[in-house]
């Protein structure tokens, strides 16, 4: 079962390093940061992601002779570099001669250069320069030793995702020619008769700036696509350079978790190793639940395949209004949540805390005191401890459970003023809907509308606003072939050119739902709709949404809204698959309910399934299993600071025992087949066990207070 790409990333070891920005330091500096990356376990570093104007001081003159010095320090210590092309900014004798190049906003207004990612996606003198410089970088460095993985850019979209200048607007009329063929395609597609806006020249089509009153819907939802588009051609020319000049490494850019601008299911079709930059607030008791989503996200992101965390904060950022430290045991605990959701490594920013700039109160590896700092003495013994888990490297994560992520549905649910409700949020209900099952004790892959579902027993669709039949007949052999599938509230409403379904929603969901919405009815703010379960009487509150339904083609009604004037009509509804051998059903909210609600759902769904579920709940508690063909690794984690009791399987090896963090005596027997494992604040196991057809499923013990 271990697998990892041929040129996903040159170390034969867990990666453990962090950004490193020597051109802010000396010689002397250098070589000490040498010295303390060795006694810190630090194994690969990225560099130079801001450097352009230190290695190009002018057009065509480079100064190549500090980096050579830096990378030859650094591999005379063992230590490989993630090396970075270092066009994530331009220079500014770039920006000045070429002042066109700069990014708009919405009002039309010139952004001025001062801060990283000044530029515009589409400008061609941006991509001429970063074509050259990629070029550049790889000829000098492709072939040398050190070299363990290509990084291009840095943070696409983090600044810049969308840009509204002259050059932008050109672009994006190239695109829609593309993908509608002729202005009679574009009209029909956009819905112009509408307030007058047929177009009769494809020069009259501008980038979506603010205009006087709200924008075609379906204009913005072809500018996010393209938008995204745009930077993903900016990537995939320095890819395309990189892998003509060496073609053995692999090339990476790093993500930004659960990113509304980019497509990242796009983004990870075109790289090698798909890395991620995650940030959870220490100050947020629950931070670790989203992360969680987050990291399912990156691992799906290339079918499973192991990922890399390439950022972390050791502590606090500087970016926050509060930037709240990480407490001691937060940077271990959370270092190890992302390996345990498949990361092969865990990396931060930065290496050294800077003197200077945007970023010198943002932790570091090695903070201002030096060694003598708390990061760094944290990061010394997690760099230590990370050598025991060695095995796990190219292991893969057991789930059973999907959750959908459709860029189309999130974009055109939130592009747009002219929806029934600007309060129904797709990201909100994803982390809703997951947090929900993280709590019943099982870790969420993602997938796209169509699959593949292959592996899942559940899959769960928060919201798929825009819906095609290539989507419905995917989710319907999901269906067929006996999985539980969940759909929420405000989808199947339009089709991929924002034009309502003919019948209303839910659109060609409605055969395998078995509902038709009559009315959409949001909540007014401040107030909260009941929602009765039909098995137990249950109620939960249901803010935000709700749906006028008319039940048909077989769907049963499992509860009622109880409240307001929907009051005794179908809120969620179950729709058994009609087959005989089958025991598969698709399951609709039409509501947002409370997370009490949601748990309650859920389990009806995993019970449904086959799956378990916890009785017990506590959010400070996650387990998840990565395994290979013969071992079940399961990481217990506990993310809060009071301690944790939790049944294990008897005879489990915990691989961090004995590592300086491991709970040297915290496993005991309970039972034949069962024993405790005992988890002090922020305590972590990785416990190993022969690879079963279930991995293992942990549960608090009885003598653990919940805290849900």
């Not at 915290?666 to 988890?679: G, Q, V």
Request: aromatic share 10%; proline share 6%; net charge negative.
């Amino acid at each position: 079962m271990a697998d990892e790409s041929p040129r996903a990333i040159r170390l034969d070891a867990l990666a453990y390093g962090g950004d490193y920005n020597p051109d802010q330091w000396s010689e002397e500096v250098w070589r000490e940061d040498a010295r303390l990356m060795r006694e810190a376990g630090v194994n690969i570093v990225s560099l130079p992601v801001f450097s352009w104007p230190q290695l190009e001081t002018a057009p065509g003159v480079y100064e190549w002779g500090w980096l050579d010095q830096v990378i030859a320090i650094l591999w005379d210590a063992g230590i490989r570099i993630d090396l970075a092309t270092a066009t994530a900014t331009p220079p500014s004798w770039l920006i000045r001669s070429h002042p066109e190049m700069l990014p708009w906003n919405e009002d039309g207004q010139r952004l001025e250069f001062g801060s990283r990612q000044a530029y515009c996606p589409s400008s061609p003198v941006w991509r001429e320069n970063v074509a050259r410089m990629a070029r550049a970088m790889a000829d000098r460095y492709g072939e040398h030793p050190a070299l363990a993985l290509w990084h291009v850019s840095n943070e696409y979209g983090d600044h810049v995702s969308r840009c509204w200048c002259p050059e932008s607007s050109a672009h994006f009329r190239r695109w829609l020619e593309a993908r509608y063929g002729d202005l009679d395609g574009l009209n029909e597609a956009w819905g112009v008769n509408v307030w007058g806006q047929r177009y009769t020249d494809w020069a009259h089509i501008e980038a979506p700036r603010r205009s006087t009153g709200p924008v075609n819907p379906t204009q913005l939802l072809d500018f996010e696509r393209f938008s995204s588009d745009a930077l993903l051609e900016l990537f995939q020319l320095e890819v395309d350079i990189l892998r003509e000049v060496t073609p053995e490494i692999g090339v990476t850019t790093n993500f930004m978790s659960i990113l509304r601008d980019l497509d990242y299911w796009d983004f990870a079709a075109v790289e090698d190793l798909v890395t991620d930059d995650a940030y959870p607030d220490p100050a947020d008791p629950l931070a670790h639940v989203p992360a969680a989503l987050n990291y399912g996200y990156m691992r799906s992101l290339k079918g499973g395949r192991p990922w890399l965390l390439l950022e972390q904060a050791p502590s606090g950022v500087s970016w926050r209004d509060v930037n709240v430290p990480k407490a001691p045991g937060q940077y271990r605990i959370g270092s190890l949540q992302a390996i345990a959701h498949g990361s092969d490594g865990a990396m931060v920013f930065q290496w050294r805390q800077a003197k200077y700039g945007q970023e010198k109160f943002h932790s570091a590896m090695v903070g201002h005191r030096g060694e003598a700092s708390r990061t760094f003495q944290e990061a010394k013994a997690f760099g230590a401890e990370l050598k025991h888990l060695a095995p796990v490297r190219g292991t893969r994560v057991r789930s059973r459970v999907a959750l959908v992520v459709d860029h189309d549905s999130w974009w055109g649910s939130s592009a747009t003023e002219s929806l029934p409700s600007q309060r129904l949020n797709w990201l909100a209900q994803a982390r809703a809907w997951h947090a929900a099952l993280h709590a019943l004790g099982h870790p969420v892959d993602t997938v796209r509308a169509t699959g593949p579902f292959e592996g899942y027993d559940v899959v769960v669709a928060p919201n798929l606003y825009v819906s095609d039949a290539s989507q419905a007949e995917a989710l319907s052999d999901f269906v067929a072939r006996g999985g539980q599938l969940v759909v929420g509230p405000f989808s199947g409403v339009v089709d991929a050119t924002e034009k309502v379904h003919d019948g209303g929603a839910p659109g060609p969901l409605r055969g395998l739902l078995g509902v038709e919405v009559d009315e959409h009815w949001p909540v007014a703010d401040g107030l909260a709709e009941r929602v009765a379960f039909a098995a137990g009487g249950a109620e939960f509150d249901a803010p935000t949404w709700g749906e006028w339904l008319e039940v048909a083609g077989g769907a049963e009604v499992l509860a009622h809204y109880a409240s307001g004037e929907l009051d005794g009509r179908a809120a969620i509804t179950r729709r058994p698959h009609a087959g005989a051998e089958a025991s598969g059903a698709a399951w609709y909210t039409s509501c947002v309910l409370e997370r009490a609600g949601l748990v309650a759902l859920f389990r009806e769904v995993l019970a449904a399934a086959g799956l378990p579920a916890r009785e017990r709940i506590d959010l400070d508690l996650e387990a998840v299993t990565r395994s290979d063909d013969t071992t079940d690794y399961t990481f217990v984690l506990n993310h809060g600071r009071r301690e944790l009791v939790v049944d294990v399987p008897a005879g489990a090896r915990d691989l961090l025992a004995g590592a300086g963090g491991g709970l040297d005596t915290a496993l005991r027997a309970y039972s034949t087949d069962r024993a405790t494992l005992t988890l002090p604040r922020f305590g972590a196991a990785v416990l190993a066990t022969p690879r079963a057809d279930a991995p293992p499923f942990i549960t608090l013990s009885d003598s653990t207070d919940t805290n849900d």
